[in-house]
């Protein structure tokens, strides 16, 4: 897992938010997703720009 606020890549953003109750909810316009948490009903909007994972 990073140690910085800023060197997060897509993948440790996914892997975080799922250790943390988000699942997948749709794929929006482009490249963003909806994850949403149903314990607590909130909805994260994840964008991912790039090519590598």
Known sequence: MPRG???WTYRDV????SENGFVFHKQR????EYWINKSTGTILDINFH????
């Open 29 to 32: 316009e482009g490249s963003h």
């Open 14 to 17: 996914i892997d975080f938010i």
């Open 5 to 7: 606020l800023f060197n």
């Open 50 to 53: 790039g090519q590598k994972i």
